[in-house]
């Protein structure tokens, strides 16, 4: 099959199922994952739809914002790499001490439930997957912020959980992001949760965001950072060596796990 034969068809498939996927594309028509992404590309810049966290969706469906249980279904052994490289970015090392932020998300859900038995840390999160994966381990300190809990994400937003941000000085924020990019920066689609994804960055010393290469390119509704807010970007090794070198050259760090 054609590249052009292949596009029209995810475009049919996301048309009738209102998003699609890059993994089951792939298998679908037996191509790589990049063939699958250069296509959506492709289809994006047409204007026929809309490159999203792990595939895309029908343009004018700017809206949509998978749930938590498909998010992370979603580059899962990516995820499971970043979350493994993170490790040692936590202050003092793997078994160090010091004070964290996990942000709300799947990559550091992951992250959490990887910190070592040994690691004595204060742990700070507004993510109730989060705080279950971290709230029986044996070291740490763990402070759950409060707030209204959306639905999709597992997190608390809105007035309580800026005050709480507002009130700490961690050393390491491990943020998430529904996109980034060296032009549109860091988005995610809902304002209550950019909101507090603005708190985060204010709130520590050093800024790590955990993000797979499929979000790059990514601009969601809300704006609530630029990458030039990050310390280390920690993704995959899907994000072009190209790509990687000219975040690095706007001042960002990045490791391709």
Do not use: C
């Amino acid at each position: 099959m054609y590249a052009p034969e292949r596009q029209q068809e995810i475009l049919r498939l996301a048309r009738e199922g209102g998003r699609v996927d890059v993994l089951s594309l792939a298998e679908q028509f037996q191509v790589t994952a990049e063939t699958v992404r250069r296509d959506l590309k492709a289809l994006d810049r047409a204007g026929l739809v809309r490159r999203v966290h792990g595939g895309a969706i029908p343009a004018g469906r700017l809206d949509f914002e998978p749930d938590l249980a498909e998010r992370d279904a979603v580059a899962a052994d990516e995820k499971q790499r970043i979350a493994r490289t993170a490790l040692a970015e936590l202050p003092g090392g793997e078994s160090g001490t010091g004070s964290v932020i996990l942000d709300a998300g799947t990559t550091a859900a992951r992250l959490a439930a990887q910190i070592p038995l040994e690691a004595e840390l204060t742990v700070v999160t507004h993510g109730l997957p989060v705080a279950a994966r971290l709230a029986d381990h044996p070291g740490l300190t763990l402070h759950l912020v409060g707030g209204r809990i959306r639905h999709r994400t597992r997190a608390a937003v809105d007035d309580w959980a800026l005050r709480a941000y507002r009130e700490i000085n961690a050393d390491v924020l491990f943020l998430a992001t529904n996109g980034f990019s060296l032009d549109g920066g860091l988005t995610t689609p809902d304002l209550a949760e950019a909101a507090v994804k603005r708190a985060l960055i204010g709130a520590a010393r050093r800024v790590v965001l955990l993000a797979d290469s499929a979000k790059f390119g990514q601009r969601q509704f809300a704006r609530f950072g630029e990458l030039s807010d990050v310390d280390l970007l920690i993704t995959d090794t899907g994000l072009a060596p190209d790509d990687a070198l000219a975040i690095e050259r706007a001042g960002t760090e990045v490791v391709r796990a």
